[in-house]
Each structure stands twice: as C-alpha cells, then as structure tokens.
C-alpha cells in the first residue's frame, strides 16, 4: 500500500501538501490518484501518531477516524476490540472477526480464530496507515468491514534518530529509541524499540510491553528491496469486566477475579521486493515466516464442580471435606491456555500501468498462497478463591475442558484489478480474487474422527468475490463514487471446534465436535462524495450499506449454560460517514460524525440464563434461551458518533492540541434480543475530553510534551454484559451461590503523561 493522504480524510495533523497515489492491494504496487478510488479511504502517517503521542493504532483510531470505535473489554490498553462500522477486531478468541488487519503486505490476523494482537504491533515503527472501507476482496480472507494497511518505516524516508522518554499515572514508563539512514553502498537502514511498564490503573493490573523492529533494504532506480524482523516479547494483564456494584462499593479501580494474564512472544521476518521491467510494468512480491506464541492464565469463579469427577477428592481440597462444602473448599478454577502458531507465506503481482483503447488504464494480477499450524492446548486445575478474590491452585486438574488441538490453515487466491479512465470525468474499477481454504483440525486427545467428541475434522471453503466501482472527478476538487464489493471469511479452528448441536461447549473452555460450516460472505453498496474548497477547507461524506450471509453465531443448546456455533442467517450494517476539517490562521481541526445502524436480518435462538426475558426451553422452569428476531440491534455498536480534533499554533514552537469524543448508548452483550428489563440492558453514551501538547526548543532537536486523557475525569463504561456474579457488593464470596450482575467495561480515569523527545542526524528524512 503505497504512502497516501487524502486531503478530505485528513486530521489536523495532517494537513499540508496532499499525496494523491493510494496502493490498491497490500503489496508495494502502483497506485492510483486518490479522487479515482470509489471508496472513502482514510490515511493517517505516523508523524501523527508521534505528534498525538498514541499508546497505539486502535487508540489513535478510536479518537480520529470516523466509524471507530473501541470497546475496553480487557481493560488493558494493548487488548481493545476495535470497531469499524459495526465489524470487530479483537485479541479475544471466540469474537466474530470481520475486520483485516496488514502490515507490510502480510495479513498480521492470528491463524487461530482471526484474532488481532494489538500488541505485537510496533507503532513507533509505522510511517503511514490506510483504512480501506468495505468488503474490498482484494484483502482477502476477514475483509468483511474493512482493511487495515499498515506500512513501516524505513532508512531512505526516515533518517536520522530520536530517542523519547515519557512517566507519569499508573506508574508508567515508556521508552522509545529509533534510528535510520543510508550507507554509502546504497544500503538503507532502520530500527526502533519500544519498552513499556505500567502499574496499571485497576487493581493487579501491570503490563509490560517490549517490541524491536529492524530494516534493512536497497535501491535503484528500478529495483527495491526489503527485509524486515518483528521481535516482541509482552506480558499484559487485562482483568476484564467487573460487576457494576463492585465499582460503586469498592472504587473505580475494582476488579472481579485474578489473575487474568496474556503472554505473547513474536517473531515475524518479511522479505519485499519490486522491480520496474520498463517504464511502465512492475512486478512486486513477499516472503514472510511468523512464529508466535501465547500463555493465558485466568483465575475464574468455578461454578461447575463435580465432586464425581474422576481423579477429583474433597480432601485435596481441604481436608476432611465433604460434598456439602464442596463448592466452597474448591470455589476456584485456574484456566489455563498456550497456542504456538507457525505461518509463512508468498504473494506477487505484476502491476500494468499501459494506455488501453488509448485511455489511461492501470491493471493488477496476483497471487498468493498461506499456510500456518497452531498448536492449542487448553485445561483447568481446581483452586480456592483467597480473601483478595485471587485463586490459589490446588494441583487437581479436570477433564472437563481439557483440549488438544492440532490446527493447520492452507490457503491460495488468485486476484486481479482494473481501472479505466474512460476520460477526465468517469473512471471504472473492477476486482476480484478467488480463494480456496482449507482447515485440518486434529484432536490430539480424541484423535478418531469417528468418535462424536473428536475435534478431528477437515474442511474446505472457496469462492470468487468481485467488485464494481466508478469514480466521478468534474474537477480536481471534486469527487463523487458508487461501489458494490463482496468478501468473505472461513470459518476459524475454534468455530469448526465447537459445532455440533449434539455435543456443545462451553467456551472458551471447552469445545467438542466440528461438523461443517458455511463461510461467511459480505456484500457492501457504498457511494458519497468528497472534496476540497479552496485547499483550506475538505469535506467527506459517505453511505454505506453491508450485508453479511451465514452469519456465525453461538447458539443455545438443551444442556443449560451450553451451545455451539452455527450460521444463522444474515446481519447488516448500514450508515453515514461524514468528516470535516479546516485550517484557520494558526488553528486546524477535523470534525466527524458516523451514524451506524447494526441489525440482526434473521431469527435465532442464543443461550442466555440472565436476560429478564429468557424463556425455558429444558422444563428445568427456568429460563435459558432468548429469541433474537429480525431488526433486533447487535451489541456493543453505539448509533451514533462524533468526533473533533483542534491543534493551534500557540507560539512558533509550541502546539496545543484537543480531542473531544462521543457515542451514544449501546446495547449489551446478553441482551441480544434487547428485551432484557432492569439494570444492564444498555450501556450508557459518554463524553471524554483529551488533551496534548508538545514545545520544540528551536532547531535543538530538543522537545517537551504532554498528555492529558479524560480531562473532566469522566466515569462511564465502554461497552457491557449481562453475566452472573458469586460474590457481594463488598467482595465477599457468596458460598457458591449466584446472583445476576451487570458486568461492564469501565473506562480509564484522568491521567497525566509528561516526556521528553530528542531528534539528531536527520539529512532529508522525516520522522
């Protein structure tokens, strides 16, 4: 994806010169002019990122860029579940994906479950962006909402060095070092390191964070290349969602159960390259290897003891036990998972740029192929809770929810692109890939297909996705564009692993049986139009409407608590876009405003034992099922959004910048049907105010900054659920016995960051 920015689409920290190429695949290729794209692309660079001073993309996101928006679930900063338009990416196994995610040309979407690790994401190593709206096939696999193309930065565009340094609340320290250049030999050169540690502002909460990024490449004329190498090694703790009572009784800084701990460890090699076979032809290609390796370790209430477990005896517990105290001696479960997953891989295109018919015409053809083995596993030791609501591990492990999988992904595609410029006016755009997928599970416990609860199971998914778009340019100010595209997304090892109607699961701690599913396919119409009004003034507006087929859902069973995943229909997204943004004097700001209606288009059935309105569908009189009919709005997606952001030049070294973001109320999770009475049934919208600053001691290199999040120190929630909860408002365990809850995501307190920034040595780059 080549460098781009596009001037509508453009934050105040962008606004300058416009660069009018955008790539239209993730490889290195050759771009189009931006007004001849029919999509409202968004483009930030990463002088941005560096300017806002984000923790992360998600986090710059999710104050910038209109459709966004984050819900906190970890509560850990490096894990949110991002956003757009209705479709997510998220770091949690189990969350419907529909959102791709690149860097470098390489699809960073974990093998197992499509899952995103915002974390192994270096961000002071990016020098640009890309938001790519739709179910754009030429993304491939997961590109149901969109795509994301990230781009890293490299010794001939970033030259010389900077070292910054930044504390301040929660106990965080951040250090960053980044240094690039070319050698007299031609060879050009990059490296950045990132080293994080925080308290944390919940309670138990640390994190630490350690990523290394290195480059080295050459080029002509003619010819470029790059190698590239990902190295992270990060321990986060995210505590996840707590009881809303608990953070009325015990302070905002309350959590549920601990410990709940993610490790994740990565190495990621990337060779690209491209060459110009003449002026007008180039051919462009990568070779990647991802190894990558997770631990989670959760301290979980044990609602499920069975004393007739095999190998389990109340003594272990607490001596002289018995079946009536049970549930008490042995009141805690430490879940415990580690996956290594082990991917390569190769793409090439050749790239046309060749007058057709006597009209400017740039055609694209490539393919690709992917192959990655995940190896799961997965099981419970038996605990007891301890007086700080911690579980201590007793050396008695369960059968139940034991698993050991073997998982390998093979997949190839074939894609072209066109686009014809019938004139200055009408310029036509047409797409597709074909992919073929397949996915072989293999249960190292219960290796006999045959046998009901065996995860063993092979499954093939393809199909062809084509687009259409035309792009309309009266003038060079003024663009209007029409779209319609197709994606799709195979079903993931953990949804093929938890499929069968007659042998459900609970997950994620259990999964048993795979028959076939269907993949999941997404059709977008989008038009708008976008323009600039005397290079000071740049608008965008857009609409959108995308429909997905053979949705996948989680779905009740007969055994309480219990389901499987199964294709349930359809679900829609549809909405507007709308940006703004100006530069007066010494002031520019961006405006924006998304509106986002996401429905369920089909009737089902889901497990839940805590929505008022659930009906009993076992004869146990109780209820455990809900009916989620058609128009019914799916959770955690906020109507409304709107964002601004002003920076003004204060004094010719010293900049003031301001977020102001809000969203409506959202419905949730649990509450599917959004019938549910009483407390939890919706989340509440919210306000919050950030601010930044940062004062450049002349031609120094020297400069202070600041950063201030939720100025007015705001208390609300960025997304919920509705669960059930084993302990008092005060935290005392209630013996066993459970009670509903309304579990929420509570959003960070006010925090202040103060640091220091030291550039050097740059000839002609630009950091």
Not at 108 to 117: A, L, M, Q, R, T
Request: contains cysteine; negative net charge.
């Amino acid at each position: 994806m080549s460098s781009a920015t596009q001037a509508q689409n453009q934050t105040p920290d962008q606004l300058g010169p416009t660069v009018t190429v955008i790539g239209t695949t993730p490889l290195p290729g050759i771009g189009v002019t931006a007004d001849k794209l029919p999509a409202n692309v968004q483009t930030v660079e990463g002088e941005a990122l560096q300017a806002q001073h984000s923790l992360t993309i998600a986090d710059y996101m999710a104050q910038n860029m209109t459709g966004v928006n984050v819900n906190e679930t970890q509560n850990n900063p490096f894990q949110p579940n991002v956003n757009f338009r209705g479709f997510t990416a998220s770091p949690l196994l189990g969350t419907p994906q529909g959102l791709s995610v690149y860097q470098d040309g390489v699809r960073v979407n974990e093998p197992f479950g499509d899952v995103v690790s915002w974390d192994l994401i270096p961000t002071n190593a990016l020098a640009d962006m890309v938001l790519i709206p739709g179910s754009n096939p030429l993304f491939g696999l997961n590109t149901l909402g969109g795509a994301i193309s990230l781009q890293t930065k490299r010794g001939y565009t970033h030259r010389g060095a900077a070292v910054e340094l930044s504390a301040g609340a929660w106990g965080r320290h951040n250090a960053q070092v980044e240094y690039g250049g070319v050698a007299d030999n031609g060879v050009d050169y990059f490296i950045a390191g990132n080293w994080f540690e925080e308290d944390g502002w919940r309670d138990a909460s640390p994190s630490d964070v350690r990523q290394l990024f290195g480059q080295l490449g050459w080029r002509n004329d003619r010819t470029d290349l790059s190698l590239n190498l990902s190295l992270a090694d990060n321990d986060l703790i995210g505590n996840g969602l707590v009881q809303r009572e608990f953070l009325r009784a015990q302070g905002w800084e309350a959590i549920n159960t601990k410990p709940d701990q993610t490790a994740n460890k990565l190495a990621f090699l990337n060779f690209n390259a491209s060459h110009w076979i003449d002026d007008d032809i180039m051919v462009s290609g990568n070779v990647y290897y991802r190894n990558a390796r997770t631990r989670t370790l959760n301290g979980d209430v044990n609602d499920d003891i069975d004393p007739d477990e095999p190998g389990f005896d109340l003594d272990d517990c607490v001596p002289g036990a018995d079946e009536d105290d049970a549930e008490i001696s042995c009141s805690g479960a430490l879940n415990r998972s580690k996956s290594r997953r082990v991917g390569y891989g190769a793409s090439a295109q050749l790239n046309f740029n060749q007058n057709l018919f006597g009209r400017q015409n740039l055609f694209i053809v490539g393919l690709g192929y992917d192959r990655s083995r995940t190896d799961f596993e997965q099981g419970t030791e038996f605990g007891t809770l301890n007086t700080g609501r911690g579980v201590d591990g007793i050396g008695v492990f369960g059968d139940d929810g034991e698993v050991q999988l073997r998982g390998v992904n093979r997949s190839w595609s074939f894609f072209l692109t066109d686009t014809f410029s019938f004139n200055e006016l009408y310029h036509l755009t047409l797409s597709g890939r074909y992919t073929h997928t397949r996915v072989e599970n293999r249960d190292r416990l219960i290796p006999d297909p045959g046998n009901p609860e065996s995860l063993t199971g092979d499954h093939s998914f393809k199909r062809f996705n084509p687009a259409i778009g035309l792009a309309i340019t009266p003038n060079r100010n003024l663009s209007f564009y029409a779209s319609y595209n197709e994606a799709g997304r195979a079903p993931t090892a953990i949804e093929l692993g938890c499929a069968n109607p007659d042998q459900p699961c609970k997950l994620p701690n259990a999964m048993a049986g795979d028959p076939p599913l269907d993949m999941v396919v997404s059709k977008t119409f989008e038009g708008g139009v976008r323009g600039k009004v005397a290079d000071r003034f740049g608008y965008s507006l857009s609409l959108y409407r995308t429909q997905n087929t053979d949705d996948i859902q989680f779905i009740a069973a007969n055994s309480t608590g219990a389901g499987y995943f199964s294709n349930v229909g359809k679900t829609r997204r549809q909405g507007i876009d709308l940006g703004v943004n100006g530069e007066i004097g010494k002031f520019r700001w961006f405006a924006g405003y998304s509106y986002i209606e996401a429905t369920y288009q089909s009737a089902f059935s889901i497990a839940n034992e805590v929505n008022s309105s659930a009906v009993d569908t076992d004869s146990d009189g109780e209820g455990d099922t809900i009916l989620v009919r058609k128009g019914d709005s799916i959770p955690g997606i906020p109507r409304h959004q709107f964002k601004l952001r002003g920076q003004w030049q204060a004094l010719p070294h010293w900049t003031i910048g301001a977020n102001i973001v809000a969203f409506s109320s959202q419905y949730s999770h649990g509450n599917e049907n959004n019938d549910h009475q009483g407390t939890g049934g919706k989340v509440s919208g919210y306000t919050v105010v950030n601010l930044d600053t940062r004062y450049s001691f002349g031609k120094s290199g020297w400069q202070l900054f600041a950063r201030v999040n939720n100025l007015f120190d705001r208390k609300y929630y960025t997304g919920g659920m509705l669960g059930e909860t084993f302990f008092e408002a005060d935290g005392t365990f209630m013996g066993g016995d459970d009670e509903f809850s309304a579990l929420v995501a509570p959003g960070a307190p006010r925090a202040a960051w103060i640091g220091v920034r030291y550039e050097f040595g740059k000839a002609g780059g630009r950091f």
